[in-house]
C-alpha cells in the first residue's frame, strides 16, 4: 500500500526565502508525481506534475524534481512571497489509484 | 470555463438526512474520483469511475453511493447522514496524467 509524507507539516518564513518543501513515497511503481496547492476555502490547483520517466519540471519560480528509486520529490519555491501562503500537497498516482501526503502547510509574512 | 463544477458549495444537513452532491466536468477525461478532507486537511479517496465502471471502491460505509449517469458526470449520494461524515468532499477527473479538481462541497451534519 503507498504511503506519502510530506515534512514539513507547517513551515512560517519571511518574504524572499527560497523554499524546499519534501515529498516522499513508499512505492515507487508510480505514473506520475503531481504537486497541488490549496488555499482556504477552495479547491486544488495543479502546480506541476511530473511523469515517472522525468525528474524535474518547472514553472516560474517553482521547480519540482522526482527520484523514483529513493521515493523521493522536492518541490522549490524561489523568492518567496505573501502570495504563495497556502498549503502545498503531494500525490503519487499509480494504476488509478492517487495517493496524497497531509500536506505542507506555508506562511510566507511579509 | 470551469473544468471540474461540484454544487452545491455549502451543504449543512441534520443527522439522519439524504443527500446528494454532483459533480460535472468539461474536460472529456475517462476517469472522475471523489475524495474526503477530513479536519486535518487528509485527502482520501472514496471512489473512483473508469469509462462508467467503478474500479476503485475503497472501504467506506455503503450508505455513500457514487452514481456516474454518463461519462461527464459523477454524483454522489449519501444516506442516513452522520456527524462523522461532516467534511470536504473534492470531486476530480484525470485523464492517465493529470488531475483536475472541483472547488470541494463542505459538508456540516448537525
Known amino acids: 500500500k503507498q504511503e506519502v509524507t510530506q515534512i514539513p507539516a507547517a513551515l512560517s518564513v519571511p518574504e524572499g526565502e527560497n523554499l524546499v518543501l519534501n515529498c516522499s513515497f513508499t512505492?515507487?511503481?508510480?505514473?506520475?508525481l503531481q504537486w497541488f496547492r490549496q488555499d482556504p476555502g477552495k479547491g486544488l490547483t495543479s502546480l506541476l506534475l511530473?511523469?515517472?520517466?522525468?525528474r524535474e519540471q518547472t514553472s516560474g519560480r517553482l521547480n519540482a524534481s522526482l527520484d523514483k528509486s529513493s521515493g523521493r520529490s522536492t518541490l522549490y519555491i524561489a523568492a518567496s512571497q505573501p502570495g504563495d501562503s497556502a498549503t502545498y500537497l503531494c500525490?503519487?498516482?499509480?494504476?488509478?489509484?492517487?495517493?496524497f501526503g497531509r500536506g505542507t502547510s506555508l506562511i510566507v509574512h511579509p | 470555463d470551469t473544468a471540474v463544477s461540484q454544487t452545491p458549495k455549502y451543504l449543512v444537513t441534520q443527522m439522519g438526512n439524504d443527500k446528494s452532491i454532483k459533480c460535472e466536468q468539461n474536460?472529456?477525461?475517462?476517469?472522475m474520483y471523489w475524495y474526503k478532507q477530513d479536519s486535518k486537511k487528509f485527502l482520501k479517496i472514496m471512489f473512483s469511475?473508469?469509462?462508467?465502471?467503478?474500479?476503485i471502491n475503497e472501504t467506506v460505509p455503503n450508505r455513500f453511493s457514487p452514481k456516474s449517469p454518463d461519462k461527464a458526470h459523477l454524483n454522489l449520494h449519501i444516506n442516513s447522514l452522520e456527524l462523522g461524515d461532516s467534511a470536504v468532499y473534492f470531486c476530480?477527473?484525470?485523464?492517465?496524467?493529470?488531475?483536475?479538481f472541483g472547488q470541494g462541497t463542505r459538508l456540516t451534519v448537525v
Open positions: 476530480a477527473s484525470s485523464h492517465s496524467t493529470e488531475a483536475f
Open positions: 512505492d515507487s511503481a508510480i505514473y506520475n
Open positions: 511530473i511523469q515517472s520517466s522525468q
Open positions: 500525490a503519487v498516482e499509480g494504476s488509478y489509484i492517487p495517493t
Open positions: 474536460l472529456g477525461h475517462d476517469t
Open positions: 469511475y473508469n469509462n462508467k465502471e467503478l474500479i
